[in-house]
């Protein structure tokens, strides 16, 4: 069975951080890039990072830059998403999917119709 397995959420104090992980079942991580995504309620879902299959580059959208960082193990199959410097706003269900296109990908922010494989989400929660 092909699936992606999101861990690593929680409640979180404004300004503290946070790592998500995303592992993967059934295939391997390494055939295309792979993106983070999340939505919050009432809202629409939106990407939030991705990173190229080899990690060698990575794209996140202007809400986070510079706050979270995206990375990843292809020996153990996952990508982790550290989150710093949070806000009330980050508040969200946070989404792991992969590029549909083989290769490097993830040429700019990460767009929900070109991923699948969705995981069934983290909830993470900023508050005080």
């Known amino acids: 069975q092909l699936q992606l397995v999101e861990s690593g959420g929680g409640l979180v104090q404004p300004g503290g951080s946070l790592r998500l992980s995303c592992a993967a079942s059934g295939f391997s991580l390494d055939r295309s890039a792979t993106g983070w995504f999340r939505q919050a309620p009432g809202k629409e879902r939106e990407g939030v990072s991705c990173i190229s299959s080899s990690g060698g580059s990575a794209n996140y959208g202007d809400s986070v830059k510079g706050r979270f960082t995206i990375s990843r193990d292809n020996a153990k199959n996952t990508v982790y998403l550290q989150m710093d410097s949070r806000k009330p706003e980050d508040t969200a269900v946070y989404y792991c999917?992969?590029?549909?296109?083989?290769?490097?990908?993830?040429?700019?922010?990460?767009?929900?119709?070109?991923?699948?494989?969705w995981g069934q989400g983290t909830q993470v929660t900023v508050s005080s």
């Open positions: 999917a992969q590029e549909l296109a083989y290769g490097e990908g993830c040429w700019g922010p990460p767009v929900i119709r070109d991923y699948e494989y």
